[in-house]
T-cell receptor, first 111, second 114 residues
């Protein structure tokens, strides 16, 4: 089993749609969780950190379920500019660093 | 501006010709890491460093070397490049300590080995 798994995608959605991405991780001792966005062949950039209580940033909402070892990202009112690959990233070591990347889920928002 | 700088951004070389990809960060981060990204395989860690003079292997270290003589620099060395090292390479850094430490990436270096 891979350490971090994501929906395989791709997701093709019309503008204005709501889309949800799922991610599961295998190490129950994992401490920090993130969603990164990567545009084609460019560097990954932090979209948002994911906190236990859940957090929202504009149209983006992230949730964490430690009991199920599950992270989600919800994008509301999709824009063409949201088209990208979304990477689930888990840091499996709180003081040291052990960042593990999911394979990514590609989103295409269509006009 | 806080950033991670990689050079060169693009390089075409031939098998066996030693090359170095430089990485520098200006955020005083302890942790630095190198990744390669290939189609269908996602980001894979090559080497990482927790601090000066402390380096360790990641998932795919074969054919690569690194050094960390200064906190800000973490060069990736390919002593004898081969075509299977053709890839997109990213350097990244983060602070360490308790909490959600965010990785900041460089813009990437696209390497082609003929």
């Amino acid at each position: 089993r891979k350490e971090v798994e994501q929906d395989p995608g791709p997701f093709n959605v019309p503008e204005g749609a709501t889309v949800a991405f799922n991610c599961t991780y295998s190490n129950s001792a994992s401490q920090s969780f993130f969603w990164y966005r990567q545009d084609c062949r460019k560097e990954p950039k932090l979209l948002m950190s994911v906190y236990s209580s859940g957090n929202e940033d504009g149209r983006f909402t992230a949730q964490l379920n430690r009991a199920s070892q599950y992270i989600s990202l919800l994008i509301r009112d999709s824009k063409l500019s949201d088209s990208a690959t979304y990477l689930c990233v888990v840091n499996m070591n709180n003081y040291g660093q052990n960042f593990v990347f999911g394979p990514g889920t590609r989103l295409s928002v269509l006009p | 501006e806080a950033q991670v700088t990689q050079n060169p951004r693009y390089l075409i070389t031939v098998t066996g010709k030693k090359l170095t990809v430089t990485c520098s960060q200006n955020m005083n981060h302890e942790y630095m890491s190198w990744y390669r990204q290939d189609p269908g395989l996602g980001l894979r860690q090559i080497y990482y460093s927790m601090n000066v003079e402390v380096t360790d292997k990641g998932d795919v270290p074969e054919g690569y070397k690194v050094s960390r003589k200064e906190k800000r620099n973490f060069p990736l060395i390919l002593e004898s490049p081969s075509p299977n090292q053709t890839s997109l390479y990213f350097c990244a850094s983060s602070p360490t300590g308790v909490g959600a430490n965010v990785l900041t990436f460089g813009a990437g270096s696209r390497l082609t080995v003929l």
